[in-house]
């Protein structure tokens, strides 16, 4: 499977991920998302935005994403744009 590189920019994935940290992903063609995992996709609201977030819920296809950081307003996650569609992720972090 195809790996990406992703730099983290923000905090809102600290303290698992901090700004400027380099994680390496598996392009998602499919694969069965799990709770626990961390992902990358593309911002529903935005899609020039390449988010990086926790899958707390899986429902249906659905997706419920949030950040690491204890700080509620540090994290742009699915208590602001919803549940997440699985055609946005673009990969899976290793």
Same mark, same amino acid.
């Given at each position: ?41 593309? =911002?529903? #609201? ?10 707390? *819920? &899986? ?19 699915? =208590?602001? #744009? ?10 899976? *972090? &290793?």
């Amino acid at each position: 499977m195809e790996k990406i590189h992703v730099t983290i920019r923000g905090n809102s994935m600290w303290p698992t991920l901090t700004e400027g940290q380099e994680i390496l992903a598996t392009k998602y063609y499919g694969q069965k998302i799990k709770v626990g995992q961390i992902i990358v996709f593309k =911002h529903p #609201f935005d899609n020039t935005l390449i988010a990086v977030k926790r899958v707390k *819920a &899986v429902d249906d296809g659905l997706l419920f994403v949030e950040g690491d950081n204890p700080d509620p307003t540090a994290s742009n996650d699915s =208590h602001n #744009f919803g549940l997440l569609k699985q055609e946005f992720v673009i990969a899976i *972090a &290793v």
